[in-house]
């Protein structure tokens, strides 16, 4: 039994490695950058050496003005395990610890003239304007010396590790930071996550709502699916469907308002009730309907439109938070909303707030 846990845990593990496109970064930060003046950003699950993340930071510090760049890596990205030569040169593999890496200044140490560019490399090897030291412990995101540079941060932005999502976004509430992070849509199902979204605590981001995305991946990783492959410079890729990201720092999107065409009473016969929630069953979000204020069962791909001035949110089915949505007869463990006896997939209940459009 502890050998087959061992073995599930190395291969989440080994699942969670894939890396983010820079490309990817810049077309969600570009919206928050006002946002990010003064401030201190880590990077918890970032290789300073390898994480677009850092690169962004790094590159941009001036431009931001940020006070100060944090990341920390984790041991046991294979990444980490090669770059530590880097530092423990006669320490065999498996002994080495990962490391953090802090900026907090950027002179013009190469003479080029040019204050808001960085070379990465440079400034860790070299200790100018920032370091580069090797950690005490694993770099878990959890363990006391993260959680103390998890305190000293005011943002943190990156892609965690899939499997630790919800601990993940649970720490971060806990310790009230302001964060941008990637992960998967089916986070909003999770009964940490959800109640945060309906408390308005968490929304998504801007740049990413449908469509799958490109992540780099190490040698290991299968190549298995379609759209797989190498890119021009040879590096290994993956492109991964329903990814999001997740923000409590405010952007424009999450304050337009959905413009609604189409009418209930047109023809009611499109919305019909649910057998066992007191709500209309809207199976297209355009097709929300500006003349009904009673309570909507919509897909989860409803919350890329979702601004709380316009709908609240009271629950979802399928799990037992709904709020103020009268489940009529709700039968069995499932909670799946019905129509005509039949199953629909995971809903979530929506009102809007204020009069008829
Ligand atoms: C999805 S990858 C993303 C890597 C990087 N943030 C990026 O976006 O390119 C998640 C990373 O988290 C690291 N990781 C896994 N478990 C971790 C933990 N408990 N604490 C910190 N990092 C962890 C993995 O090694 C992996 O590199």
Same mark, same amino acid.
């Given at each position: 039994m502890a050998r087959n846990k061992a073995l599930q845990d190395a291969a989440r593990a080994r699942q969670d490695e894939f890396y983010t496109d820079l490309r990817d970064i810049e077309h969600e930060l570009m919206y928050?950058?006002?946002?990010?003046?003064g401030k201190t950003v880590l990077c918890n699950c970032d290789d300073p050496y390898e994480s677009a993340f850092f690169e962004y930071f790094a590159t941009s510090f001036n431009i931001l003005g940020l006070r100060k760049l944090i990341a920390t890596c984790y041991a046991g990205s294979p990444i980490a395990q090669q770059q530590l030569s880097l530092f423990e040169e006669d320490t065999p593999a498996p002994k080495r610890k990962p490391y953090c890496a802090q900026i907090t200044s950027l002179e013009d140490f190469n003479g080029d003239g040019r204050k808001d560019y960085l070379d990465v490399e440079y400034i860790l090897q070299h200790n100018v304007g920032g370091s580069c030291k090797v950690l005490e412990g694993d770099g878990d995101f959890r363990s006391p010396e993260c959680l103390e540079l998890l305190r000293e941060a005011d943002v943190v932005v990156t892609n965690p590790p899939h499997s630790l999502l919800r601990e993940y976004i649970a720490l971060l509430i806990e310790y009230g930071k302001e964060f941008v992070i990637l992960g998967n849509i089916n986070a909003v199902t999770y009964k940490e996550v959800f109640p945060l979204i309906m408390k308005n605590q968490m929304w998504l +981001? $801007?740049?990413?709502?449908?469509?799958?995305?490109?992540f780099y991946v190490p040698?290991?990783?299968?190549?298995?699916a379609a759209g797989?492959?190498?890119?021009?410079?040879?590096?290994?890729?993956?492109?991964?469907? +329903? $990814?999001?990201w997740f923000t409590n720092m405010d952007h424009h999107r999450h304050n337009e308002t959905l413009c609604l065409f189409r009418k209930y009473h047109d023809d009611p016969s499109k919305y019909p009730h649910y057998d066992n929630y007191d709500a209309i069953e809207v199976s297209k979000v355009v097709d929300i309907p500006c003349d009904w204020l009673g309570v909507m069962g919509v897909p989860v791909t409803f919350l890329d439109k979702y601004n709380p001035k316009q709908f609240e949110i009271l629950g979802m089915s399928g799990t037992n938070f709904s709020e103020g949505v009268p489940a009529c007869h709700v039968q069995g463990t499932s909670r799946n909303a019905?129509?005509?006896g039949k199953d629909i997939y995971r809903r979530i209940f929506i009102r809007r707030i204020g009069g008829i459009m």
């Open positions: 928050y950058m006002p946002l990010f003046k +981001g $801007v740049s990413i709502h449908s469509g799958d995305r490109k040698e290991y990783y299968p190549l298995e797989c492959g190498n890119d021009d410079e040879g590096r290994r890729f993956i492109r991964v469907k +329903g $990814v999001r019905k129509i005509s």
